[in-house]
């Protein structure tokens, strides 16, 4: 149906004398199929004078194919700043205003727009930290023009291009899709050099759980030099003007078939508070355009004369590493209903599923997905499975190295290099995968503080057990585990995942800064936490390094210089037969050491005398005999272009003999255990001790605890007994850990929640709780009742608006009627799917005490509606974003007192959902 012009016009004020039509057209394509652009030029020379220190303001008209179009426009940029000046965007048609906010209340109402109401939702970034940018920016990069603008007026509607969902062969239940199929950003936006990707999977997934993308039929572009679509596999993701994610990084992709890129930073979560301190809180900031040129000849030249690359595959190498990572995720290794996820998967997301390729322990498929609603559905479904730890976002080679480390369930595992967290994840899963209790320990270790509590949010979080602890230490120098009598324990896994510079894929910053001295710098820090390593490990036990670099000096240097200083203590361990659909390039034998001007160094006795503090002996190759002995071809790399993945290199190393050199247990790591931190105090670690008999008393009463249960293993995190809030379980080993290492490591987090203090009239004064349900189940022979499909399917929803229901509206009524009020485990199922869920049972009614994610995981399997949950849940986390905006808004609120506070909130435990 069609409308009168001036219905689909807006008027435009407040244009930079730069601007011009082009510069509008590709602004405002983004939220419609533009018609045309009219700017209004200044009428006489002396009208474009400079006014107060700027050029004199323009107007432009800009005409769209629809009224709608116009509405989306005004909300989406209206205020956005363009070349320093905040646009004023209204409709043509004043009479358009009453239909204009009835149009944007409507859609607020229904959640069925792309950019949220700005004064009530924000993104949540790290550690709950949020930002305020009522309006973003979009400005030109010193006045120039980005992108084409051929066929501009020759826009079309058309649906998204096809979003492909691979089945990963390292595992049935990995799947890879394109970045933005499940990103609100780009890859690109990491600055980390870290492979693992769980702490950008936890911002992006909060951005979307916050961003909804059913909104309607969105007209793209149907250029090939400029595109806005939100689902297509070749192009970047873009998305200009007032977004929620103020921290998110949009890319805009311009002309998919050039070497250079651009993006468009908008804002961050650091500038939005030093605006806030400065009191210009809530004012348009202006952000740059920054490009990245997928140009370092440096780097090529590098890895040609490195023979990393066959020849053969040279192009394919250059064409792959310029392109996003795809982004993929895994089911939870020991979820016990993990082949009901990946059914729900395949029956709900994935309507067309075609196998294109089997082998020999896999099947790999592509799974075509059609629908914006299916991808909205998507979305949300990750973002709820990702946060009670169900799914987990990772990088997919960053799988491989726990893979290979054969972990059994009693093992002591070290992670050295821990943060942010996936691959310690994957451990304890591997872990738990053949016991729910197993009785091994993994110690989780990082160097960065902060970071740290980003792995207990990503480890012990999302999958709480009583066998990790997380701990803040330098890797080149962590202390020995002591046991009773004082003697070292050593590790039988050890995971050395050390830093490295190769994330090309999802750092462009790389492109212009890598250089072959970066590599040679990072070598020394490599070597020295892998020398450690080794000094931890036990004899016959296996230790993986692994880089996410393609450097040797990174890679086979490191590795050469551990065989040749241990020599006969080591051996390299072929893989070769693990994981046989993974493609792989064994070792190199020889490399060369490059100098700042790209010339190659033959020995070390080449090496200038003032610079052979720098080239040391440990980066050059070995003599043909040392490498006919070292077998490192055994060591294997992970080409980008093989599998479409990142760069990584893994190597697996069998301890055969004690070390030549002798471990000091203290000596220098006594200083480094016992440095305090200024800012921040841990809670202590306490063990129940003389409250334990008269605790004992009253959990075998109520919950029918009897005495084989390990009461030895409760702790408290406060001195004073009589203000526990929470009880925490560990296992024998954790146990032993912290009664006899506390004061030699920074232990940051450590045990599950398993009880927690009530203030309600109940005969116990604790509760039991979720977290910890898994380790209480086979002690438990009291207040648990079976409960059938239809009852528990009307407690996890709730009656009404209510998240409880009344006992008289259940079918096992009487069964309650049996109990006293409290805490009380209901036991459900539905076919192979089996859960205990926490509840509390009052006089009149019983509710579920878990979270809400939870809840709608559970009837998902139950197959039951979530509808009115999902939206429950959605705009819970919008309200948190609006609340967390306000409070960090606050004057003269500095960064250090923020993070502190965060870190206390992050280490609160048992949180009630209901």
Not at 400 to 427: E, F, N, R, Y
Not at 704 to 720: E, K, M, Q, V, Y
Not at 812 to 836: H, I, M, P, R, T
């Amino acid at each position: 149906m069609s409308c009168d012009p001036s219905e689909r016009t807006i008027y435009v004020k407040n244009l930079d004398d730069r601007v011009d039509k082009e510069t509008l057209e590709e602004l405002f394509v983004q939220v419609g199929s533009v018609v045309s652009v009219f700017i209004k030029e200044h009428a006489t020379p002396e009208r474009a004078q400079q006014q107060n220190g700027q050029p004199a303001a323009k107007y432009a008209f800009v005409e769209f194919q629809d009224e709608e179009s116009v509405l989306f426009a005004i909300e989406m940029l209206n205020e956005v700043t363009l070349f320093g000046r905040q646009l004023m965007i209204s409709p043509r048609d004043k009479s358009q205003k009453a239909d204009q906010f009835r149009f944007l209340q409507q859609r607020r109402n229904s959640n069925n727009f792309m950019g949220q109401d700005r004064r009530s939702s924000s993104y949540v970034g790290q550690a709950g930290v949020n930002s305020d940018h009522r309006s973003h920016s979009y400005v030109g990069n010193n006045g120039k023009r980005f992108g084409s603008t051929e066929e501009l007026h020759s826009c079309s509607e058309r649906m998204p291009h096809p979003v492909r969902l691979n089945k990963v062969s390292l595992s049935p239940s990995v799947f890879m899709l394109p970045p933005q199929a499940i990103q609100g950003r780009n890859s690109y936006s990491s600055n980390r050099s870290h492979q693992d990707s769980s702490y950008e999977q936890r911002r992006s997934l909060n951005h979307l759980a916050s961003t909804p993308t059913n909104h309607r039929k969105h007209p793209y572009h149907n250029s090939k030099n400029i595109a806005i679509d939100c689902w297509n596999d070749e192009l970047i993701v873009a998305l200009l003007g007032k977004m929620d994610a103020s921290e998110v990084k949009s890319t805009v992709k311009i002309d998919a078939e050039a070497k250079q890129s651009s993006e468009i930073k908008v804002g961050s979560n650091r500038k939005a508070k030093k605006r806030s301190r400065n009191g210009v809180q809530g004012k348009p900031g202006n952000y740059e355009l920054n490009k990245y040129e997928f140009k370092n000849e440096n780097m090529f030249q590098f890895y040609k004369m490195q023979n990393v690359i066959p020849e053969e595959d040279w192009q394919k190498f250059g064409d792959i590493i310029k392109v996003p990572l795809p982004s993929s995720f895994r089911i939870q290794l020991s979820l016990p209903e993990r082949d009901q996820v990946l059914s729900y998967m395949q029956d709900n997301f994935l309507p067309s599923c075609q196998r294109w390729k089997e082998r020999r322990d896999a099947k790999e498929f592509i799974a075509v997905v059609r629908s914006h609603v299916v991808l909205r559905d998507l979305h949300e479904f990750l973002v709820n499975e990702t946060t009670i730890g169900n799914t987990s976002r990772q990088e997919a080679v960053s799988m491989v190295p726990p893979l290979l480390l054969d972990i059994q369930s009693h093992h002591l595992v070290l992670d050295a290099c821990a943060a942010p967290g996936s691959k310690t994840m994957q451990i304890i899963e591997l872990m738990h995968q053949n016991n729910p209790n197993p009785e091994g320990l993994v110690v989780a270790n990082d160097l960065d503080y902060s970071r740290c509590y980003l792995l207990v949010h990503q480890t012990l979080k999302r999958m709480p057990t009583a066998n990790c602890v997380v701990i803040n230490q330098d890797a080149s120098m962590i202390p020995a585990i002591l046991d009773a009598e004082k003697k070292p324990i050593l590790f039988d896994r050890i995971l050395c995942d050390v830093i490295a510079d190769g994330t090309f894929r999802k750092n462009p910053e790389l492109w212009a800064s890598w250089d072959p001295q970066k590599g040679l710098n990072l070598h020394k820090i490599q070597q020295h936490i892998a020398r450690r390593c080794l000094q931890l490990l036990a004899v016959g036990g296996l230790m993986v390094y692994s880089t996410c670099s393609l450097n040797p000096m990174e890679d086979e240097a490191v590795l050469a210089y551990m065989l040749r200083t241990f020599k006969g203590c080591l051996e390299l361990v072929d893989v070769s037969d693990k994981l046989p659909s993974l493609k792989r390039s064994p070792g190199l034998s020889t490399w060369k050491v490059i100098d700042k001007s790209m010339k190659p160094i033959n020995s070390h006795e080449d090496v200038p005398n003032n610079a052979k503090s720098f080239y040391v002996p440990s980066m050059f190759p070995p003599t043909k005999e040392e490498a006919a002995e070292m077998h490192l071809e055994r060591s294997f790399r992970i080409l980008p272009h093989a599998q479409n993945s990142g760069g990584f290199f893994v190597a697996v190393i069998r301890k055969v003999a004690p070390l030549s050199e002798e471990l000091n247990v203290d000596q220098p790591f006594r200083k480094t255990a016992q440095k305090k931190r200024k800012t921040f105090r841990e809670d202590p670690f306490v063990f129940l001790g003389d409250t334990k008999k008269e605790f004992t008393e009253l959990m075998a009463t109520h919950y029918g605890l009897d005495d084989a249960f390990p009461f030895d293993n409760l702790l408290i995190r406060t001195h004073n007994t009589e203000k526990k809030k929470g009880i925490y379980y560990v296992n024998d080993r954790l146990r032993d850990f912290l009664k006899f290492n506390a004061e030699r490591f920074k232990i940051v987090n450590a045990g599950v929640g398993v009880l927690r203090k009530v203030d309600k009239i109940s005969p116990c004064g604790f509760r039991l709780m979720q977290d910890g349900i898994r380790m209480m189940i086979p002690y438990i022979t009291k207040r648990m009742i079976k409960i059938c499909e239809e009852d528990i399917i009307a407690v996890l929803k709730g009656f009404e608006d209510d998240h409880y229901v009344s006992l008289e509206l259940l079918k096992c009524k009487d069964d309650f009627a049996k109990l006293e009020c409290g805490s009380v485990v209901l036991k459900c199922s539905k076919g192979s799917f089996q859960k205990y869920i926490c509840a509390w049972m009052g006089a009149k009614t019983v509710s579920a005490f878990i979270s809400r994610e939870e809840k709608i995981h559970c009837l998902n399997m139950l197959g039951a509606d979530t509808s009115k949950l999902r939206k429950c849940v959605l705009s819970v986390r919008q309200g948190k974003a609006a609340a967390g905006r306000i409070k960090h808004v606050k004057e003269g609120e500095d960064e250090s007192s923020t993070s502190d506070r965060d870190q206390e909130e992050i280490k609160e435990e048992g949180v009630d959902f209901s």
